[in-house]
């Protein structure tokens, strides 16, 4: 049998196979079955009946149906009006809350005198909260190790200053899970405000395990101490920064961005601690608010930031240098302002862990800040132009609509007048003097000089968490 023979009789028993299963057989020319007919109307049917009833409901429904195009975009603008009432009130719900609190001094929720700790207390922020603190009538242990970053003669004023406004002063590393535990214990602390911290951005790239050393081991050892004495009724405040936001393009810089481009180590320490702030809540109910700084200013500040050398070398006729040929602008916030929003922080009622923005919403050219600081010196630069640091940013500018609700939060003071106080402390104090390596440690250890040892058992204390 020959292959067409054979093609022909297969064709033959394959369609004689068909016939029988009553199937519609692939290559033939059969109709349908009786079956198929039947299912074949009964979807055709099926298909005329759903276009029958959307005609209907184009027609008859289109009124009473709150998703017509009209109606939605009635219900937008409604949507929209309230929105922007809700904003005005809002808005003048938070004048009048701040208002409030600025007046009394109380913070609204405290009607009692606190036991606060503030970690880096004799850092430019941790005095001024401190100050704040004692003025309000709370009871302040301050807790430092001194380091010597920056000029420690400028640490012991601040010192000299919160021991004379009645703070007590301990001297000691956080890293040192055995002296902290001791404090927390021994004074019974009701709240904790966490400033100690490797601080700069640009002595991260010369010193990089110092800022994981300070600035992540530190703040772990502290969650788990107040997890292992149980202290999680109240929230733990701490120094988070506008670093974290890194090279994010999105401004203002908002509390939802992601943080996944961080310009500099610093900023991921910053970054890792609100991580691990959230991990400690998820495991031990810890609650926390992060505050993210933005390039805070004023009188006792650092003599490492732009505005304190700048101010020095203008006074002294150096020439200053303007990174990123002076196109960066930034957030200054003044020192009172950021105090405000730290102690509200500390008193305001949380349910987790929070990031809270605390700047001043008013990005300020660095040309302009050069001109505001000639003026208040009375003299002309001299600039030097210089690319772009390392690790730097073109821009930070703040958005502070969290701050506002949850805090009441509303800096007030201007460019103009924060400079201008800085630049009257400034002369009064000889901030010259605080400028350089030789002035790091030229006066007597002050912790030796206080007349009652404090806890000497702790400060010899050398156990670890």
Same mark, same amino acid.
Request: aromatic share 10%; proline share 3%; glycine share 6%.
């Given at each position: 049998?020959?292959?067409?023979?054979?093609?022909?009789?297969?064709?033959?028993?394959?369609?004689?196979?068909?016939?029988?299963?009553?199937?519609?057989?692939?290559?033939?020319?059969?109709?349908?079955?009786?079956?198929?007919?039947?299912?074949?109307?009964?979807?055709?049917?099926?298909?005329?009946?759903?276009?029958?009833?959307?005609?209907?409901?184009?027609?008859?429904?289109?009124?009473?149906?709150?998703?017509?195009?009209? #109606?939605?975009?009635?219900?937008?603008?409604?949507?929209?009006?309230?929105?922007?009432?809700?904003?005005?009130?809002?808005?003048? $719900?938070?004048?009048?809350?701040?208002?409030?609190?600025?007046?009394?001094?109380?913070?609204?929720?405290? $009607?009692?005198?606190?036991?606060?700790?503030?970690?880096?207390?004799?850092?430019?922020?941790?005095?001024?909260?401190?100050?704040?603190?004692?003025?309000?009538?709370?009871?302040?242990? &301050?807790?430092?190790?001194?380091?010597?970053?920056?000029?420690?003669?400028?640490?012991?004023?601040?010192?000299?200053?919160?021991?004379?406004?009645?703070?007590?002063?301990?001297?000691?590393?956080?890293?040192?899970?055995?002296?902290?535990?001791?404090?927390?214990?021994?004074?019974?602390?009701?709240? &904790?405000?966490?400033?100690?911290?490797?601080?700069?951005?640009?002595?991260?790239?010369?010193?990089?395990?110092?800022?994981?050393?300070?600035?992540?081991?530190? +703040?772990?050892?502290?969650?788990?101490?107040?997890?292992?004495?149980?202290?999680? $009724?109240?929230?733990?405040?701490?120094?988070?920064?506008?670093?974290?936001?890194?090279?994010?393009?999105?401004?203002? +810089?908002?509390?939802?961005?992601?943080?996944?481009?961080?310009?500099?180590?610093?900023?991921?320490?910053?970054?890792?601690?609100?991580?691990?702030?959230?991990?400690?809540?998820?495991?031990?109910?810890?609650?926390?608010?992060?505050?993210? +700084?933005?390039?805070?200013?004023?009188?006792?500040?650092?003599?490492?930031?732009?505005?304190?050398?700048?101010?020095?070398?203008?006074?002294?006729?150096?020439?200053?240098?303007?990174?990123? #040929?002076?196109?960066?602008?930034?957030?200054?916030?003044?020192?009172?302002?950021?105090?405000?929003?730290?102690?509200?922080?500390?008193?305001?009622?949380?349910?987790?862990?929070?990031?809270?923005?605390?700047? #001043?919403?008013?990005? &300020?050219?660095?040309?302009?800040?050069?001109?505001?600081?000639?003026?208040?010196?009375?003299?002309?630069?001299?600039?030097?132009?210089?690319?772009?640091?390392?690790?730097?940013?073109?821009?930070?500018?703040?958005?502070?609509?969290?701050?506002?609700?949850?805090?009441?939060?509303?800096?007030?003071?201007?460019?103009?007048?924060?400079?201008?106080?800085?630049?009257?402390?400034?002369?009064?104090?000889?901030?010259?003097?605080?400028?350089?390596?030789?002035?790091?440690?030229?006066?007597?250890?002050?912790?030796?000089?206080?007349?009652?040892?404090?806890?000497?058992?702790?400060?010899?204390?050398?156990?670890?968490?």
């Amino acid at each position: 049998m020959n292959s067409e023979e054979w093609y022909s009789d297969y064709k033959i028993h394959h369609l004689e196979f068909c016939r029988m299963k009553r199937v519609v057989c692939c290559g033939t020319h059969k109709p349908f079955t009786m079956r198929s007919q039947a299912m074949y109307i009964i979807l055709i049917m099926s298909i005329l009946s759903t276009i029958m009833i959307i005609v209907t409901v184009l027609l008859f429904y289109d009124k009473g149906n709150p998703f017509t195009k009209n #109606n939605i975009h009635s219900m937008q603008n409604q949507n929209h009006t309230s929105m922007l009432n809700n904003v005005r009130l809002h808005r003048q $719900s938070s004048e009048s809350i701040r208002a409030h609190c600025l007046r009394d001094k109380s913070y609204a929720s405290v $009607s009692m005198q606190q036991r606060i700790l503030v970690t880096g207390g004799a850092g430019f922020l941790g005095m001024h909260t401190t100050m704040r603190l004692l003025k309000l009538g709370h009871s302040v242990i &301050v807790f430092d190790s001194m380091n010597s970053c920056y000029s420690t003669d400028l640490k012991h004023k601040r010192v000299e200053k919160m021991r004379t406004a009645g703070a007590i002063i301990v001297h000691g590393n956080v890293c040192d899970g055995g002296v902290l535990r001791e404090i927390l214990r021994t004074y019974r602390i009701d709240r &904790v405000i966490h400033l100690a911290a490797q601080a700069g951005v640009r002595y991260s790239l010369e010193a990089p395990l110092e800022y994981i050393e300070s600035n992540v081991k530190c +703040f772990v050892v502290l969650c788990e101490a107040l997890a292992r004495l149980n202290m999680t $009724s109240n929230h733990l405040v701490y120094a988070s920064s506008s670093s974290v936001y890194g090279l994010n393009t999105k401004f203002p +810089f908002a509390e939802s961005d992601t943080v996944i481009n961080p310009a500099s180590l610093y900023a991921v320490t910053k970054a890792s601690d609100e991580l691990i702030a959230r991990a400690y809540f998820d495991l031990h109910q810890l609650k926390s608010i992060g505050l993210r +700084f933005f390039t805070v200013y004023g009188p006792w500040g650092r003599p490492d930031m732009a505005y304190y050398s700048f101010v020095h070398n203008i006074m002294n006729n150096i020439s200053i240098p303007v990174y990123n #040929n002076g196109q960066s602008m930034r957030d200054f916030t003044f020192i009172d302002d950021v105090v405000d929003g730290i102690i509200s922080s500390l008193f305001i009622e949380i349910a987790s862990s929070e990031i809270i923005n605390i700047g #001043n919403n008013k990005g &300020v050219k660095l040309m302009d800040f050069v001109t505001i600081i000639e003026r208040n010196v009375g003299k002309s630069a001299h600039i030097e132009y210089k690319a772009m640091a390392k690790g730097d940013v073109p821009l930070t500018y703040a958005n502070i609509e969290k701050a506002k609700c949850m805090l009441a939060y509303n800096p007030i003071t201007t460019i103009d007048e924060g400079i201008s106080k800085f630049v009257k402390w400034f002369v009064a104090e000889d901030g010259s003097s605080y400028m350089y390596p030789k002035n790091v440690s030229k006066k007597p250890n002050m912790w030796q000089q206080q007349k009652k040892p404090f806890l000497p058992s702790i400060l010899q204390s050398t156990s670890k968490i």
